[in-house]
């Protein structure tokens, strides 16, 4: 797992910048109920996928459990940006339209928990919106081939595991979209560094020695330096009860009842305490 307070000040640049988070809003918003009023986005990291999220009427919050990537989020989202765990949001319950969750539940190991808390902070109607099956998103032909021995058969972010979690919670599938990962097509030789440094961990199933000689049939691939094309990620909506026909903005006074203690502002020179 990345040290993501150390990756914040470069996490951007190195992945896509703005135009893959402006393609994640759009997405987001394509699966967001008519009268949604408020959503959170979980791990939201630096910010700029939820800086993008936009729609009259709605307030977008952002939560992410590093201090490192909530302190640049802030700087796009002044007072709008919570030091959470995502299985422990300081939320009321039934209190906002929608979460999203954009590329983590792949990177983590507790998925129901995640969901759960999900679907306790929403209002009957509400939206939980997740991308699924990101790694696998990333099989260029020559790649996948490659790697298709070793994929794990049900990975943490498998749709049809989120799907029925989801339904497990009272969360029905609603829906779906895909958009595309600027920026984010890999090389051979960078899926070989990553595959080495366990990054696959979700997707691929290998035993002692089985990253080294993966790895090093991705090396010997023609053009190993060359990037291949980007991914497309694949974009879920689980809807909780009845739909959404209206719901009502967040007064300024609401809005700062939001778990003010946790809030966290923008800092040039140091990091938020977690609360």
């Known amino acids: ?73 802030a700087t796009r989202l002044e007072g709008r940006v919570l030091l959470a765990n995502c ?3 300081p939320i009321a319950t039934g209190s906002l339209d929608a979460v999203s969750a954009i590329w983590l539940l792949h990177l983590i190991d507790h998925v129901p928990a995640m969901m759960a808390e999900a679907a306790r902070v929403l209002r009957p ?47 029905a599938y609603a829906g779906e979209t895909a958009f595309i990962g600027h920026g984010q097509g890999r090389t051979p030789r960078k899926t070989a560094d990553a595959v080495r440094s366990g990054y696959f961990r979700s997707a691929l199933a290998l035993r002692d020695g089985d990253a080294d ?6 090396d010997a691939l023609p053009a190993p330096q060359e990037r291949r094309p980007d991914p ?13 026909e209206g719901s009502r903005s967040w007064s300024s006074s609401a809005r700062e009842r939001f778990s003010a203690s946790a809030r966290i502002r923008a800092s040039p020179t140091r990091s938020p305490r977690r609360p």
Do not use: W
């Open 1 to 73: 797992m990345l040290n993501y307070d150390r990756e914040a000040a470069h996490y951007d640049e190195t992945r896509g910048g703005e135009p893959r988070g402006e393609a994640a809003a759009a997405a987001i918003a394509e699966l967001l109920p008519a009268g949604a009023a408020t959503l959170l986005d979980v791990a939201c990291g630096t910010g700029i996928v939820t800086g993008h999220i936009s729609r009259p009427g709605l307030t977008v919050f952002g939560a992410d459990l590093s201090a490192g990537m909530a302190r640049y989020a």
């Open 87 to 89: 299985t422990a949001l």
């Open 125 to 171: 109607g509400g939206t939980v919106i997740l991308t699924v099956e990101k790694d696998a998103s990333h099989n260029a032909e020559d790649i996948g081939e490659l790697t298709l021995s070793y994929r794990r058969k049900e990975a943490s972010d498998d749709f049809a595991a989120v799907r029925d979690c989801g339904a497990r919670l009272g969360l």
């Open 213 to 218: 000689t993966l790895a090093a049939s991705l």
């Open 232 to 244: 497309i990620y694949r974009l879920i909506a689980l809807r909780r009860g009845q739909r959404i």
